[in-house]
């Protein structure tokens, strides 16, 4: 038990940390089934775009904010609800999150229209933003020394898995069809691991506070909440509605609210107050490029994912499953790069993710010559160089950055920086795939070919401009 970390604890709370240290391992199990589901449900929906496009009669831009609806709301809340974790308990708002996400999960999976699916895809990115920082609190105070080690480790296994099978399980769930459900049953998986949780944790998860939680920033959460807005849905709205007035004066709205959020942050931070986000660390110049740097690498994955999957499937006419397990190659490259990343980031320092950074580029540029051979039809080898490069690029990128970035900060100031990491990577997930949105289905009047050929060269762009940033990094010897 952490006694910095937790408050005076009630005779039932003493109660159940005695038989959480006891059985220390069997929190785990339950804490991590959120992980597992939240990462999950961001992947797992790519193959079974198509169906439900197709079966909901759905819009370009509702199937876009499926994607990027889930990584907006999940943006918004992370930090905020990391706060009021430490604040109400940790198990609570895991609790209250988890119980969101199996509803939503469930109104995703008989959602009667597109517009009830997109809501409860909002509500899912909401209630991923409860559950997510919770995750690594608990294990923070639940184990120490090498059983920590131990529990991140596992934590991190989770989440490569999720990510790495979310499209196989996905195209297998499509394709299977159980009790008619298709690609329904793709979030009604989520109820059952959502509900055995539930019912667990109470029995298996102690309660903790933190002693001097800090207090929540609800005009700093209100500001950013409406900024990301402006600025999203122009991006996801506009092409399908010829750009129209109301588009450009939501972008102009949102560089207001952006300054005004800055605004306020200064303030709040000057007053003594904690503000949602320190503007104090932006001041070093690495800091900010590895910030960026992370914004920028998002940006290309959700988007990435999206464009395949509906290039794989409406394009080339593969079903779910033959989708997923084309996706299995590129995980298998990611996999395989991403065991070889930490040594290499401790050899290599912040030439590891420029390298990372060109084998993107490379990747991409290399579907763009794959499909020029193929088109819509043809052998998949010619794709088969592309995945391999992306895949091995995602590897070499993700964990070296956070990694890099992290050792910018003094431990004091880890956490708050932990969690501006996760909200810029929803962001840039979000803001990738309204902008990339915008490239693909503006492009699809020439062929799902085409639309995906030069999606593929705005995706070299941003694997080349991830290079760059990784420049402004701190050296090896610095970290």
């Known amino acids: 038990?952490?006694?910095?970390?937790?408050?005076?604890?009630?005779?039932?709370?003493?109660?159940?940390?005695?038989?959480?240290?006891?059985?220390?391992?069997?929190?785990?199990?339950?804490?991590?089934?959120?992980?597992?589901?939240?990462?999950?449900?961001?992947?797992?929906?790519?193959?079974?775009?198509?169906?439900?496009?197709?079966?909901?009669?759905?819009?370009?831009?509702?199937?876009?904010?499926?994607?990027?609806?889930?990584?907006?709301?999940?943006?918004?809340?992370?930090?905020?609800?990391g706060r009021l974790g430490d604040r109400a308990?940790?198990?609570?708002?895991?609790?209250?999150?988890?119980?969101?996400?199996?509803?939503?999960?469930?109104?995703?999976?008989v959602a009667p229209?597109?517009?009830?699916?997109?809501?409860a895809r909002l509500a899912q990115g909401l209630a991923a933003a409860m559950m997510t920082p919770q995750v690594l609190s608990i294990i923070g105070v639940v184990y120490a020394g090498e059983d920590r080690v131990k529990a991140l480790s596992t934590y991190g296994m989770v989440m490569g898995l999720a990510a790495v099978g979310g499209q196989l399980i996905g195209g297998a769930l499509v394709q299977a069809d159980l009790f008619g459900l298709g690609w329904r049953s793709c979030f009604l998986i989520n109820v059952p691991i959502g509900v055995a949780a539930l019912v667990l944790g109470p029995k298996l998860v102690p309660e903790s506070r933190a002693e001097r939680a800090q207090r929540i920033d609800l005009v700093g959460t209100l500001l950013s909440s409406l900024f990301l807005v402006a600025l999203l849905l122009p991006l996801v709205e506009g092409r399908q509605h010829g750009w129209p007035t109301w588009t450009w004066l939501s972008f102009g709205a949102s560089a207001v609210l952006f300054g005004a959020f800055v605004a306020s942050q200064r303030r709040r931070g000057t007053r003594g107050g904690a503000p949602l986000l320190e503007l104090a660390m932006f001041r070093s110049r690495s800091l900010s490029a590895g910030l960026i740097a992370q914004l920028v690498l998002w940006m290309g994955q959700a988007s990435f994912f999206l464009v395949y999957a509906l290039y794989l499937q409406q394009g080339r006419g593969l079903n779910a499953l033959q989708a997923?397990?084309?996706?299995?190659?590129?995980?298998?490259?990611?996999?395989?790069?991403?065991?070889?990343?930490?040594?290499?980031?401790?050899?290599?320092?912040?030439?590891?993710?420029?390298?990372?950074?060109?084998v993107l580029a490379a990747g991409h540029a290399a579907f763009v010559i794959g499909v020029n051979a193929v088109g819509d039809g043809g052998a998949l080898w010619a794709l088969i160089p592309g995945m391999v490069l992306v895949g091995a690029g995602m590897g070499l990128t993700i964990t070296p950055i956070a990694s890099i970035v992290m050792t910018t900060v003094s431990a004091e100031r880890a956490g708050a920086l932990s969690g501006v990491l996760a909200s810029m990577q929803q962001v840039g997930n979000a803001i990738g795939v309204?902008?990339?949105?915008?490239?693909?289905?503006?492009?699809?009047?020439?062929?799902?070919?085409?639309?995906f050929r030069v999606s593929e060269w705005a995706l070299v762009a941003?694997?080349?401009?991830?290079?760059?940033?990784?420049?402004?990094?701190?050296?090896?010897?610095?970290?």
């Open 1 to 81: 038990m952490s006694t910095h970390d937790t408050t005076a604890a009630p005779p039932a709370a003493t109660t159940r940390w005695a038989r959480a240290a006891e059985n220390r391992w069997a929190a785990l199990p339950v804490v991590l089934a959120g992980t597992f589901m939240v990462v999950l449900d961001f992947f797992i929906v790519n193959v079974a775009l198509p169906a439900m496009q197709s079966d909901l009669h759905a819009s370009e831009t509702a199937i876009e904010w499926v994607v990027a609806g889930y990584g907006l709301t999940s943006a918004i809340g992370l930090i905020t609800f």
């Open 434 to 451: 309204a902008v990339v949105g915008v490239i693909f289905f503006g492009a699809l009047g020439g062929g799902f070919a085409h639309a």
């Open 89 to 109: 308990g940790r198990l609570r708002i895991f609790s209250l999150g988890l119980a969101l996400f199996t509803l939503a999960s469930l109104a995703c999976g």
């Open 324 to 358: 997923g397990l084309v996706f299995t190659m590129l995980a298998a490259a990611y996999l395989g790069a991403s065991m070889r990343a930490p040594a290499l980031t401790m050899r290599l320092g912040r030439v590891l993710p420029a390298i990372g950074g060109v």
């Open 113 to 119: 229209s597109s517009g009830a699916l997109v809501v």
């Open 462 to 479: 941003v694997g080349l401009a991830l290079a760059a940033l990784t420049r402004l990094l701190p050296s090896r010897r610095a970290a």
